[in-house]
């Protein structure tokens, strides 16, 4: 029986863990607050993932080091490096694989908004080159390491433009305000498969080395999502409307989080593809049809609802 390490409870990470979980693996789950998927295969380990030394205790025996964590947004630059380190150090001293779970933000705009596995790596904002530190450092480690890349994501508990911006305004019937043009194609991941893709790929020598794009539709405008949303659910549709560039940036000023988002807003004012041809092709992937994700993503809301009535 293999065991596997996840750092990160999150939509990504406790996916990860309950398909290592349901195939009969034994799973440690790393988080600071000890938190997970209940399940008897997941052993929930509350510790700090920037202890190197703890780290590797926990990673002892471990087949893999799955990367699934999630700092706070707006103090990457603080605490992803020591996170990274520690988790390249755990994997090195297991002689593990390292599976980082990635993200757009290394290629920066990029000219017809099109990213596919041989994009270079040309960010320009601080969170772009963090992510590209992290991967480079993780390429120069000598661990075996990959990296899967998802766009925005949907499917429950994401975060993402949809559950930040659209989710909020479909249920109070407002308008929602959009970070950028609603009209213009956007790649949209769903959790589903950026959790399958990274399960499969730590398995596939051929994997090693590289960033792979997780398995994702193609794209559409974030217009036609809400509506297909509403629709799915037999409510009104939502309105639209963008929201002025320069508010963003003018809270930027003063609101850490506001600075943050838009220093990333490029991604909602040209076209956003993420184009997933390679990994499917080489490994036999598919993305998951939309509606799967937005019906969860009902199922999740109708959930929440009923329990907050009761």
């Known amino acids: 029986m293999s065991t596997h390490v996840v750092i990160g409870s999150g939509p990504i990470g ?17 988080t600071r607050s000890g938190r ?8 929930r380990i509350a510790a700090d993932a920037s202890d190197a030394a703890r780290l590797t205790e926990i990673a002892a025996g471990a087949e893999t080091v799955f990367n699934c964590a999630n700092p706070k947004y707006t103090e990457w630059e603080k605490l992803w490096y020591p996170m990274n380190d520690a988790m390249i150090a755990a994997a090195r001293a297991a002689d593990a694989v390292y599976v980082i779970t990635g993200n757009l933000y290394v290629y920066g705009p ?5 990213m596919n596995e041989n994009t270079p790596m040309a960010a320009v904002g601080r969170k772009g080159k963090v992510r590209i530190k992290m991967w480079q450092d993780a390429l120069n ?9 998802g766009s925005d ?48 790929l730590a398995r596939e020598d051929r994997a090693y080395g590289k960033a792979w794009h997780a398995p994702t539709p193609p794209a559409i405008t974030i217009r036609e999502l809400a ?16 929201l002025p560039r320069f508010v963003m940036r003018t809270a930027g000023l003063a609101v850490p989080m506001a600075r943050e988002m838009a220093e990333m807003d490029y991604q909602f004012y040209a076209p956003f593809h993420l184009d997933s041809r390679l990994t499917e092709d080489t490994f036999g992937l598919e993305p998951t049809p939309l509606e799967i994700p937005l019906r ?15």
């Open 153 to 200: 994501y949907i499917g429950a508990g994401a975060v993402g433009v949809f559950s930040s911006v659209l989710l909020p305004a479909i249920a109070k019937g407002r308008t929602a305000w959009a970070p950028g043009n609603p009209d213009l194609p956007h790649s949209f991941t769903y959790t589903g498969d950026m959790a399958r893709t990274m399960v499969k």
């Open 110 to 114: 990029q000219p017809g908004g099109r």
């Open 296 to 310: 969860e993503t009902a199922t999740e809301a109708q959930s929440t609802m009923a329990r907050r009535m009761n």
């Open 227 to 242: 509506n297909r949303y509403t629709d799915l659910t037999g409510q009104p549709p939502v309105k639209i409307r963008p």
């Open 141 to 149: 480690s000598g661990v075996r390491t990959v990296e899967v890349r």
């Open 36 to 43: 997970g998927p209940a399940h008897p295969q997941i052993e």
């Open 14 to 30: 406790s996916a990860v863990a309950r398909l290592l979980a349901d195939q009969g693996s034994t799973v440690r789950m790393v």
